[in-house]
């Protein structure tokens, strides 16, 4: 029972450079969204999805880009990595057609971007 | 204005005793729900439990409950005889609207409770 898989776990990268962060689960859940985390700010909300072919910005978009092509995979892209963009990152699925379940997490990308 | 708040930086239990977590939120909508997740230090997001606004009753999950106020728009987790593992980061979050525009979640900063011999 996988649930949310996110790769890599650990990740280091210099100013600039990109990268695609991995999310998938096999849960069959329409929504799915990316938050941040970082100290003593909990977590922030960069992007989500309703279902397939459909995204929409969170709190915190910019620099980052997302696509929505299969209702299992949510990719979160950095374009041009900034130091500002160190932080642990969150990949969580629901139920789209039940508000009241809880998102399931997966265990997070520890990004550093030096 | 924060949406959710959570006053309290850190906490400290006595094993086997209650522990109340405070959150309060703020809120338009007539519709919404409060969550409560737990983050070991392992940092995994673990769900505990759900409060929806039209619910009469606090919710209960095991040893933990919810303190439901809505007149006072406040959330608070009860966990019940503390034990050690329940030491962790513990974050109240907030889904407003019906969920029609995606289950969007706005979190507290968290309360890291540590639990005593």
């Known amino acids: 029972n996988a649930g949310v898989t996110q790769t890599p776990k650990f990740q280091v990268l210099k100013t600039g450079q990109s990268m695609t962060l991995q999310c998938a689960q096999d849960?069959?859940?329409?929504?799915m969204s990316w938050y941040r985390q970082d100290p003593g700010m909990g977590l922030r909300l960069i992007h989500y999805?309703?279902?397939?072919?459909?995204?929409d910005q969170g709190e915190v978009p910019n620099g980052y880009n997302v696509s929505r092509s299969t209702t299992e995979d949510f990719p979160l892209r950095l374009l041009s990595a900034a130091p500002s963009q160190t932080s642990v990152y969150f990949c969580?699925?629901?139920?789209?057609?039940?508000?009241?379940?809880?998102?399931?997490f997966g265990d997070g990308t520890r990004l550093s971007i030096l | 204005a924060q949406k959710i708040t959570q006053t309290q930086p850190g906490m400290f239990v006595q094993e086997k005793e209650a522990v109340t977590l405070d959150c309060t939120y703020d809120?338009?909508?007539?519709?919404?729900?409060l969550f409560w997740y737990k983050q070991p230090s392992s940092g995994e997001m673990i769900f505990l439990i759900y409060?929806?606004?039209?619910?009469?009753q606090n919710a209960t999950e095991g040893r933990y409950s919810l303190n439901f106020q809505k007149a006072r728009k406040s959330a608070n987790l009860v966990i019940s005889a503390s034990q050690l593992g329940d030491s962790a980061m513990y974050f109240c979050?907030?889904?407003?609207?019906?969920?029609?525009?995606?289950?969007?979640?706005?979190f507290g900063t968290g309360t890291q409770l540590k639990v005593e011999l």
């Open positions: 969580a699925s629901s139920s789209h057609s039940n508000s009241n379940q809880p998102q399931h």
């Open positions: 979050a907030m889904r407003e609207g019906q969920g029609g525009g995606g289950n969007k979640l706005t």
């Open positions: 409060q929806g606004s039209y619910d009469e």
């Open positions: 849960m069959n859940h329409e929504y």
């Open positions: 809120t338009s909508d007539q519709s919404y729900g």
């Open positions: 999805s309703v279902g397939a072919g459909i995204t």
